[in-house]
């Protein structure tokens, strides 16, 4: 079956320091893939996402991700964190159900910025 | 370009009760797709409504239902809630095309969310 892991649940990081939050999928196919964004009492917001071609992908507010298929994994960076970067962050992997799609998610990891 | 709302933005029942939660997809976008978010967990998905059909559904129970309205919009219906069905419930709009599944159909976009309390 298809899943998502993240294995972190919580980060913390200084401000301006960089960031990597770690994605691993088990999908039979291709998969697409995104990182979603969610503040406190917020929905989810789509940061970027992947689906062919190059696999370093560019997204909103500075955050990057690379797919390596050997490791199965879709890792989210940033190279200087803001304060107003912390939130949970969930990846997930897009299924084939029905005749439209829908999305795996993760647990998700929490990210805190230390001043 | 209006995003998706939802409505209300909570909600307390008690355990027994049926629920109903509201939700209008982006402009232009005729699929929606609901997804309950348990506290400290991913949103997983209930099911997902296209063309005012159910289009697919998770491994949620019967009394998880809904309905898609002509012009996109869509409810999700709990009925004899649990204390378990305590959720933040999401609902996500895309636009699918018929006979394909596009890239963008994975592409979702989510609104607020209806914040379910159950005592």
């Known amino acids: 079956a298809q899943s998502v892991t993240q294995p972190d649940i919580h980060i913390t990081v200084s401000e301006g320091a960089s960031l990597e939050l770690r994605c691993n999928y088990s999908y039979g196919a291709t998969p697409y893939l995104f990182w979603y964004v969610q503040s406190p009492g917020q929905g989810l917001q789509l940061l970027l996402k992947y689906f062919s071609g190059d696999t370093l992908v560019q997204g909103i507010k500075g955050f990057e991700a690379e797919f390596k298929r050997s490791q199965s994994s879709f890792n989210l960076r940033k190279p200087s964190v803001h304060w107003s970067d912390a939130a949970e962050y969930f990846c997930?992997?897009?299924?084939?159900?029905?005749?439209?799609?829908?999305?795996?998610f993760g647990k998700g990891t929490k990210l805190s910025v230390k001043p | 370009e209006t995003g998706v709302t939802q409505s209300p933005t909570h909600l307390i029942k008690t355990r027994g009760q049926q629920v109903t939660l509201r939700c209008s997809s982006q402009?232009?976008?005729?699929?929606v797709s609901w997804y309950q978010q348990a506290l400290g967990q991913g949103p997983q998905f209930i099911f997902q409504?296209?063309?005012?059909?159910?289009?697919g559904r998770g491994n949620f129970p019967p009394r998880f239902s809904g309905l898609q309205f002509p012009n996109y919009s869509s409810e999700l219906n709990v009925n004899a809630l649990e204390l378990d069905d305590s959720a933040l419930y999401l609902c996500?709009?895309?636009?699918?095309?018929?006979?394909?599944?596009?890239?963008?159909?994975?592409?979702?976009?989510f609104g607020p969310g209806t914040r379910l309390t159950v005592t």
């Open positions: 997930a992997v897009g299924h084939y159900g029905g005749s439209q799609g829908n999305l795996i």
């Open positions: 409504y296209y063309r005012e059909e159910e289009n």
């Open positions: 996500a709009s895309t636009l699918g095309i018929p006979g394909a599944v596009p890239r963008a159909a994975y592409e979702q976009y």
């Open positions: 402009s232009g976008h005729n699929t």
